[in-house]
T-cell receptor, first 111, second 118 residues
Framework: QKEVEQDPGPLSVPEGAIVSLNCTYS??????FMWYRQYSRKGPELLMY????GNKEDGRFTAQVDKSSKYISLFIRDSQPSDSATYLC???????????FGDGTTLTVKP | NAGVTQTPKFRVLKTGQSMTLLCAQD?????MYWYRQDPGMGLRLIHY???????AKGEVPDGYNVSRLKKQNFLLGLESAAPSQTSVYFC?????????????????FGDGTRLSIL
């Protein structure tokens, strides 16, 4: 079993919809939780970063971490066609150590 | 400010050939990483470095070697390329806690090197 499991998708939603992207994990040592967006033929770019549990909001994006359930989510409000990309969750136990990535969820937002 | 630059962007090799992928960062980051990404999969860590002159193995180190002789550069070598190493390779760098705006930017990625081995 993988340490990080990500909802596989793909997801296709109409413009303006609320999108929910989710990952579960098994390693209770994970303390750092990240969401990356990756456009085709580009490197991942960081969207949200959370340390330990809780919620974090940045514009249309909200990241949630529930360590008791070992579950993290990324919500995108008022989704736009420009949000069409692959979203990767990632986690690590320490700052310098390796990050473990989910396999990614491909999102398409249709105008 | 270029961030993380990977060279080359594309390469085709024959089985058994060797090559070196170069990653350069201009942000004075302490930590650097090499990942590979295969279709439909997330990133898997090959090797990483927590400072100049140091290296450590990741999840999938076999068939690869690395060197970090200078802080700004992290080299990934394939000694004898195999078709199973066909992949997209990403380099990333990360600052030390307390260095600059680390809270908001824990990891910066390059745009990848697309490597095909025939």
């Amino acid at each position: 079993q993988k340490e990080v499991e990500q909802d596989p998708g793909p997801l296709s939603v109409p413009e303006g919809a609320i999108v929910s992207l989710n990952c579960t994990y098994s390693n209770s040592a994970f303390q750092y939780f990240m969401w990356y967006r990756q456009y085709s033929r580009k490197g991942p770019e960081l969207l949200m970063y959370t340390y330990s549990s809780g919620n974090k909001e940045d514009g249309r994006f909200t990241a949630q971490v529930d360590k008791s359930s070992k579950y993290i989510s990324l919500f995108i409000r008022d989704s736009q066609p420009s949000d069409s990309a692959t979203y990767l969750c990632a986690m690590s136990a320490s700052w310098a150590g390796k990050s473990t990535f989910g396999d990614g969820t491909t999102l398409t937002v249709k105008p | 400010n270029a961030g993380v630059t990977q060279t080359p962007k594309f390469r085709v090799l024959k089985t058994g050939q060797s090559m070196t992928l170069l990653c350069a960062q201009d942000m004075n980051h302490e930590y650097m990483y090499w990942y590979r990404q295969d279709p439909g999969m997330g990133l898997r860590l090959i090797h990483y470095s927590v400072g100049e002159g140091t290296t450590a193995k990741g999840e999938v180190p076999d068939g690869y070697n690395v060197s970090r002789l200078k802080k700004q550069n992290f080299l990934l070598g394939l000694e004898s390329a195999a078709p199973s190493q066909t992949s997209v390779y990403f380099c990333a760098s990360k600052p030390e806690p307390g260095q600059g705006k680390w809270i908001n930017q824990p990891q910066h990625f390059g745009d990848g090197t697309r490597l095909s081995i025939l």
